[in-house]
């Protein structure tokens, strides 16, 4: 959630941990601060708000001779977002200095043993408890740094990765994490220790992921991976990240959002890319070889990823025939959920790294359950924890509001739903050939598609945006979408958005229903046509007025009939998709809202 940079090298450090910094502003932050040794002396300077007012700070100290820091942009769970409660935090002695990311869940009782103790805290946070609490077990105990975190992590509960620096080891820095993401980049000379891998890609690719209970202490010319809990030495291997500089940048575009959003044909085609056998159509998911066909699929995931598994139910439920259950990770890890050993539980995830979907992951193998992952980024705690793992190949997503990935989810699910389905049989090879053919046709349509529905979001948004709420319709696979949808209009444009079953809305919701309440109807040429276009003449003769999103030349009765191509099938929704998104998009810019970082989010949830 929050970010974590850390650097030693031959190189001033505060310039490169600022620029990390920046590169991880995607996250989501209301405050940020950096430490650094300097002559032997350990300083640390804070600032509330955006990273403007750091620099700002830095620009009246001198911290060019620092070899040696760390930066933290802060997400605040404990204690109000200001500067006393901004990382880094320092020991009593001003010696050490620490961030973090995460939740130490008994922090209370820890800071209350160290009060009694004589530790005087300076924040609210849960973080300043482990930084006290290392310098006193060093001070108290005769410990190392090392020993001391070790023995510290071993007291704490919750998630965390943090970040040590020491002025008495200026060449030092210590890293640890458990359940919150942190990873090692590999320089020459140089090495970095970071949330996430933009934070150092201008200077090295190469990237050592670390497991749960691992510590690693980085040098300038040396780096090691020990266990957090007996200090041995872990054997770990760097991992060259294809990712370069110019893919986490926004390519000229306005907005990572609107570049996100328009990848997605490169998206698709990278998802596609060795999974399909042109000449026998078929799809290979070598991944799968050893996984017989499950009884029944559980699905667990948060957000836009549970959109996205929602939207798989139908297809998967259809062309393979399998019984599937879609949960939000966050009712599936507190409820008994029924899953036997002959099921399948797939977690959906971008980052890999979502707390409440690894805690259901975790349910699903203490309950002898195979787990299937399913998420964008390599080497996540996803992708280790998984007992099998398939990329959806999206490249770095930066934007909080998730575009292109969704989008990949479900490429990859539409995989899975005709693997099933050629390995039971159950989907006649004519519908696979069609189904294949036309996914890989897709790239190019909806490339070409593209600035023509990029052009009507920009009017529909003009046009609709003194609206203060919105319904969302749909029925079948669009239900999902239309929850997308709604979701994301309430993630940039702060306006209020609900997505429904349209066969829900007299149920209750069709109450709200007046001319200032638009409606945004996803309408295709299916069974349920003639229902929808009922609810619609509901919704209608209240005076509500309807955008009416479509794939085919239908006359829906919308006061504004957006149409997109027609695809096969529920193939559809790859033109769906990118149009709500453009909407919600076009709608956030002509407001003036901060699309990328949208106000209370941020783009990992790794915390609950």
């Known amino acids: ?27 989501g ?24 007012m750091l620099e700002q700070k830095l620009a009246k100290s001198d ?32 010696r050490l200095a620490l961030v973090h990311n995460g939740i130490i869940e008994n922090y209370q009782s820890l800071k209350q043993d160290l009060k009694q103790e004589g530790v005087i805290f300076q924040s609210e946070t849960d973080t300043e408890v482990l930084v006290q609490l290392i310098s006193h077990l060093m001070k108290r105990d005769e410990l190392g740094l090392p020993e001391a975190i070790s023995r510290t992590l071993q007291q704490v509960e919750g998630a965390y990765a943090l970040a040590v620096i020491s002025a008495d080891h200026p060449d030092e820095l210590w890293a640890a994490r458990n359940s919150s993401p942190l990873l090692l980049g590999v320089g020459t000379g140089e ?22 209970h691992e510590l690693v202490c980085i040098r300038p010319d040396s780096w090691r991976v ?14 060259h990240v294809d990712w370069d ?71 998967l439920e259809q062309w393979s025939g399998l019984a599937v259950q879609v949960d939000i990770a966050s009712e599936f890890r507190y409820r008994d959920p029924i899953v036997l050993p002959e099921d399948l539980v797939i977690v959906i995830s971008q980052s890999g790294e979502t707390a409440d979907t690894l805690a259901g992951l975790r349910i699903a193998r203490e309950k002898g359950v195979p787990v299937l992952g399913i998420c964008n980024v390599l080497g996540s705690a996803v992708a280790r924890e998984s007992d099998l793992v398939l990329y959806t190949q999206a490249g770095p997503e930066i934007s909080v509001a998730s575009t292109k990935a969704m989008c990949s989810q479900m490429v990859l699910l539409v995989l899975l739903a005709l693997y099933w389905g050629q390995e039971s049989g159950r989907l006649k090879s004519a519908s696979l050939s069609r189904a294949l053919q036309e996914m890989e046709g897709l790239p190019e349509r909806l490339e070409k598609a593209l600035p023509a529905l990029r052009e009507t979001a920009g009017f529909l948004a003009q046009t609709y945006s003194a609206a203060r709420s919105f319904f969302y319709l749909g029925r ?97 929704a790859f033109f769906m998709l990118p149009a709500l998104q453009l909407f919600a998009y076009e709608m956030a810019v002509y407001l003036g809202k901060d699309v990328d970082q949208p106000r209370n989010l941020a783009k990992s949830v790794t915390v609950e």
């Not at 090495?191 to 749960?212: G, H, M």
């Not at 020990?226 to 991992?239: C, F, I, N, R």
């Not at 998206?267 to 290979?284: E, Q």
């Open 1 to 27: 959630m929050c970010g974590i940079i850390g650097y030693t090298g031959h190189r001033p450090a505060v310039p490169i941990v600022i620029e990390g910094l920046k590169r991880l502003e995607y996250r």
């Open 29 to 52: 932050y209301d405050s940020s601060g950096v430490a650094f040794i300097q002559n032997r002396s350990l300083l640390s300077i804070r600032a509330e708000g955006k990273l403007e």
């Open 63 to 94: 911290p060019y001779l620092a070899t040696t820091g760390m930066g933290h942009t802060r997400w605040a769970t404990h204690g109000a977002p200001n500067e006393q409660n901004a990382h880094p935090h320092q020991d009593q002695t001003g």
């Open 191 to 212: 090495n970095f220790v970071a949330s996430d891998i933009p934070a150092f890609l201008a200077s090295t690719r190469e990237v050592v992921f670390l497991d749960d």
């Open 226 to 239: 020990y266990s957090g809990h007996t200090l041995e030495p872990v054997d770990k291997a760097p991992q």
């Open 245 to 315: 500089v110019q893919s986490a940048q926004k390519s000229g575009h306005k907005h990572f959002m609107i570049k996100e959003i328009l990848e997605q044909p490169g998206v698709i085609r990278d998802c596609l890319a060795g999974r399909v056998d042109r000449d026998r159509g078929r799809v290979v998911l070598k991944e799968l070889e050893t996984l017989a066909v499950p009884a029944r699929l559980h699905i667990v995931a948060c957000g836009t990823s549970f959109h996205a598994g929602l939207w798989a139910k139908y297809i």
């Open 476 to 572: 079948g696979s669009n239900y999902p979408l239309a929850l997308e949808g709604a979701l994301k209009l309430k993630e940039i444009s702060y306006i209020h958005a609900e997505g429904y079953a349209a066969g829900e809305m007299k149920h209750g919701p069709i109450a709200l229903i007046d001319a200032n309440l638009p409606t945004f109807a996803l309408i295709t040429e299916n069974d349920l046509l003639p229902k929808l276009r009922s609810n619609l003449q509901e919704v209608q003769a209240r005076g509500g007025p309807v955008i009416g999103l479509t794939s085919s030349a239908l006359d829906v009765g919308a006061e504004d009939r957006w149409e997109i191509p027609r695809a096969w099938g529920v193939l559809d």
